[in-house]
Each structure stands twice: as C-alpha cells, then as structure tokens.
C-alpha cells in the first residue's frame, strides 16, 4: 500500500488526462458546427492534444513499475505472466469493441458494410497502447540485463520518432490487410497509429527507471525538478520550430518529429507538476486518483455512453450531435465526469473489499459478453 501511495503523482496524471478526455470527446460531438471554428475553440483543442501523449507515456511508465519487481516470476511464465498478457488482451478487446458497428457477429455479417468494417480496424488509443504494452513487454523478457533493455527502448523511441514521416507516406493497405496497415499509419483512418504515437510510451517506459534509480539514491525530487525544466526546454523549443519562421511545408504536423518533441516536453512538464502537487498536498486519495486507478473501465465505459447504439438505433453523438452550445456541452461533460468517477469509486471500492470476488466477477462479465458476441 506504501508503494502505491509514493507514485501517486501516476494516478494524478492519469485521472486528470481521462477528465480532459471527457471534456474532447463531449465538446466535439455534441458542440454546434460554428463555435468549434472560433479561436478559443482552437486553443482549447491544443490543450486538449496534449491528453492522448499523456496517456501513452504515463501507460509505458506504469507498465515498467508494475513489472519491476517480478521478472524473474515473469520468464517462468508462471501466473503473473499470463495476468499480464490478459491484461493486454482486454485492452487490444477493449479497444476494438469501440469500433465494431454491433456487438453481436450475426449482426455484424447481416448488416455491417464496407466502411463499417474499415472503421472496425482502425486503431484508436487503446490498440495504440495495448500493442505498445506488448512490445516493452516481450521486449524485457528477452533482454534480461536492464542496461540492454534501456538501450533497446532508446533505440526503439528514436527510431520510432524519425521514421514516422516515411511510414506516413507509404499506403500499407497496398501490401497488408487493413486490419494491420491501420497500425502503421493514418491513411485508412486510424486515430492513433504506432508512428509516431508509439513513441509516447516508449518515453514513459526509458523514463521510468531513471526515476525509480534517482529515488533509491535520496535525489527524487532533484529528478522530477530536472524533469519538469527540460519538459519546459522542449515544449517552448517546439513552439518556436512550429512558428511562422519555418515553412509549414517542412512540417508535416503529426507525424514529424517536432510535433512529437513539442508534446512530450509537455507531458514531461505534466509529469512534474504532478508530482510536486502530490509533494506538497501530501496526496493520499483524491477522485482524481480514482479515475486514474480506473482508467480502462471509465475510458470504455464513456464512450460507450455517447456513441453505442442503444436509444431505438440511435446514440447520443447522433442525436444530439453538434446542436449544444457551450454551456449544454460543459453541463453534459459534467455530468458525464460524475458518473464515471462515481463508477471508478465504486468498482475501486469492490476491487479493495473484495479482491476475489472483483476478479472472478470481471472475469464472468469478459466470459459473458464473448459468449454472447458470438451466439446472440
């Protein structure tokens, strides 16, 4: 319980990124066509790209601080090595059960056409980051000396970030099912694909055991101050590249490399703040923490909410969607906000009472729901 406590500031960013994720995706649903061009619309949407970044990096930080101490467990691929790719199996599940136009495979072979089936493969944060997970995951059961396993993630995050303008411009559905050319890159309409998204928690995870070393030597707050100053560095020298001083030809936004150096000196920045709230309020719960704790079940469960088909064929994004100004969309975005934290207190409080009967019971609902995928 003490060592869940001291990364704190892991649960802080996590939960504020889903709370601003609630904010994206109600806001550009359900917000009126006009005010989503005004400008402070264009700042917001800024601010609101910083979310994703922080939840890729945060998901690699925590992945190597769950694994760190069961390695040796882990290569024997005992229980704990199969918790951890069922884990990652839920999330990659997770992350396509957003997408497939029915829950139901009947259903989807009577009704779903072409396009739907093209948007089924596209691969949004959750495939992003399940594939990232598994990745680092192989990647250090086969490299059982740390400093080689660092060396390879370096290797990788670099490789990654500067290859990302080639992948972008080669069309994969060419020589690969859509369903794996859609991890390479967004040409069928992938959100988050691997280049350059993948980087993110490849950051989080070479990150991380520098900051586990800097706390055993007495030297974390050193640690998370340099941090905090060299997110600063980074994001004002990406401000500067992006500006109007270089030829917006030379910057190809998403997949180049300053677009992504720009975004992780503000999650590094992030990272740090939270971590100084964590220090000086002494944080020990807080409902962002819950959230945080939480993430898979509010990330799905949200989305779910305003884009499933469940009112006579309809959802809320089709009903509703952009017809609210600013204050219906900030009244739904809090109410949605409530009842997910509201959910992730509950399910936390289950998971802490009754950790047995949590699992078996998530693990009937994951059972269940493919049983009734396959035969409703």
């Known amino acids: ?93 997770a992350g396509y059960s957003l997408h497939i136009p029915f829950l139901s495979i009947r259903l989807i072979h009577e009704r779903a056409n072409q396009d ?72 069928s309409g992938s959100y988050f694909p691997l280049f350059p998204w993948l980087g993110f928690l490849i950051a989080g995870a070479i990150i991380c055991p520098y900051y586990l070393e800097a706390r055993e030597k007495g030297e974390e707050k050193k640690f998370m101050y340099m941090i905090g100053i060299i997110g600063l560095v980074l994001a004002f020298a990406g401000h500067f590249f992006l500006s109007d001083i270089f030829q917006s030809s ?14 992780l ?32 079940l509010v990330y799905w469960l ?3 909410v305003l884009y499933r088909h469940v009112l006579n064929g309809n959802n809320v994004a089709s009903i509703y969607g952009g017809t609210f100004n600013v204050w219906q969309a900030a009244i739904f975005t809090f109410a949605l906000a409530i009842a997910m934290i509201i959910t992730a207190k509950i399910w936390g409080e289950i998971k802490k009472r009754y950790r047995d009967f949590s699992s078996r019971l998530a693990l009937t609902v994951f059972v269940v729901s493919i049983v009734i995928f396959f035969i409703y």
């Open 1 to 93: 319980m003490k060592e869940k406590i001291r990364f704190v500031f892991v649960d802080l960013l996590r939960g504020w990124a889903l709370l601003v994720m609630f904010e994206v995706h109600s806001f550009n649903v359900l917000l009126k066509p006009e005010l989503q061009k005004t400008e402070w619309f264009s700042n917001l949407t800024f601010i609101n790209g910083l979310v994703a970044p922080s939840f890729l990096f945060i998901s690699g930080f925590a992945f190597i601080l769950s694994t760190q101490r069961n390695l040796d467990e882990l290569r024997t691929f005992g229980s704990k090595f199969w918790k951890k790719i069922a884990r990652i199996a839920m999330i990659f599940l």
């Open 302 to 304: 949200h989305l779910q």
């Open 250 to 263: 030379h910057l190809i936004i998403k997949p180049h490399p300053i677009f992504f150096i720009q975004r």
């Open 265 to 296: 000196g503000y999650v590094l920045f992030l990272l740090g703040l939270c971590w100084l709230y964590a220090e000086v309020r002494q944080t020990k719960t807080t409902f962002v923490m819950d959230i945080g704790r939480e993430s898979l």
């Open 116 to 187: 739907m089936m093209l948007a089924a493969y596209n691969v949004d944060i959750l495939q992003c980051i399940a594939a990232g997970l598994l990745f680092i995951f192989i990647a250090r059961l086969i490299f059982k000396s740390d400093k080689n396993y660092n060396i390879f993630l370096i290797i990788s995050f670099f490789f990654v970030v500067l290859i990302s303008p080639l992948v972008w411009q080669i069309n994969f559905t060419n020589y690969v099912h859509p369903f794996i050319a859609d991890y390479f890159n967004a040409a």
